[in-house]
């Protein structure tokens, strides 16, 4: 990121969303429906932690979990059950500061997608892994019944960029190409680290689980559990004038204060330094 004395607002903001928008992982919750949940969580930290590139690991999970869709409508359940606090706060807010929000995960695209519907970002800004499934399975001849078509079984998933450890950048480039502005980036793992060069800020957040290699290679990184930081992370003192005396000022105070008591630390001094001047400007706020 260009060192600047004053802090910079952004435009485009990429969240992950196992770990950062919901605190679940939707593999895990997949493997714990079939009585797979030691193996496959496994692998999914070591993914995750960089250990292992996740085209390593990506389509042995699912050989292991063959997941229906019907299950997979339960996981995006459970992604909205456990939502991060603040989340839907967050992304109001968001929103009404003109900011355009994305979701990128290597997550499986149904309850991806079906999540990020409710948290109000349209389909065309998600991208996750859509998968192939096993239509003659069951009662083919139902095939347009929905109790049918839950039954349908895992057969094979579409590799790319989202399958590998390295291929949100990709990602985060075909999704802004046409758009201006600049861009943030918020997740938890090792492929969400893997965006740094394709954005102007990127965020580890670690309110679900803080990974030591996020942790150290993130110029800045989240410790609250909630993801309300974000707001001063993206907005600056500006936003927060923007949002005073609405709704919105709640859930960016309460992110200007978890940022300031410690919930928020950066790795480049010089940032550190432009965002405290920042928000020095207002001691009650």
Not at 178 to 198: I, K, W, Y
Request: charged share 25%.
């Amino acid at each position: 990121m260009t060192q600047d004395v004053r802090w910079a607002s952004f435009d485009l903001i990429f969240f992950d969303c196992d770990s950062t928008l919901s605190t679940i992982e939707g593999i895990d919750e997949l493997a714990k429906l079939k009585g797979k949940e030691w193996r496959v969580g496994l692998l999914t930290q070591k993914a995750m932690d960089g250990e292992l590139d996740l085209q390593e690991v990506y389509g042995k999970r699912l050989q292991a979990i063959r997941p229906t869709r019907g299950e997979l409508k339960a996981v995006e359940e459970r992604y909205w059950e456990t939502l991060v606090p603040d989340v839907i706060e967050v992304l109001e807010a968001l929103k009404f500061l003109g900011k355009t929000v994305f979701i990128i995960s290597g997550g499986l695209a149904e309850p991806v997608k079906g999540f990020g519907k409710r948290l109000g970002i349209p389909q065309e800004r998600i991208r996750a892994v859509e998968l192939e499934y096993n239509e003659l399975s069951g009662e083919w001849w139902k095939y347009h019944e929905p109790q049918t078509q839950n039954r349908h079984t895992y057969l094979d998933y579409n590799e790319g960029p989202l399958t590998v450890s390295s291929g949100k950048p990709y990602i985060i480039e075909d999704l802004a190409h046409q758009l201006h502005g600049r861009r943030l980036m918020v997740g938890d793992g090792s492929s969400d680290l893997a965006t740094r060069n394709v954005v102007d800020l990127f965020v580890g957040f670690g309110g679900v689980v803080a990974r030591q290699k996020v942790l150290t290679e993130s110029e800045a990184f989240i410790h609250s559990p909630s993801i309300a930081p974000i707001l001063p992370i993206s907005s600056g003192y500006g936003g927060y004038m923007r949002v005073k005396g609405t709704p919105h000022q709640a859930v960016y105070e309460r992110g200007i204060r978890l940022a300031l008591e410690q919930g928020l630390t950066f790795t480049n001094t010089d940032l550190e330094h432009a965002f405290l001047h920042e928000f020095n400007k207002d001691d009650n706020a």
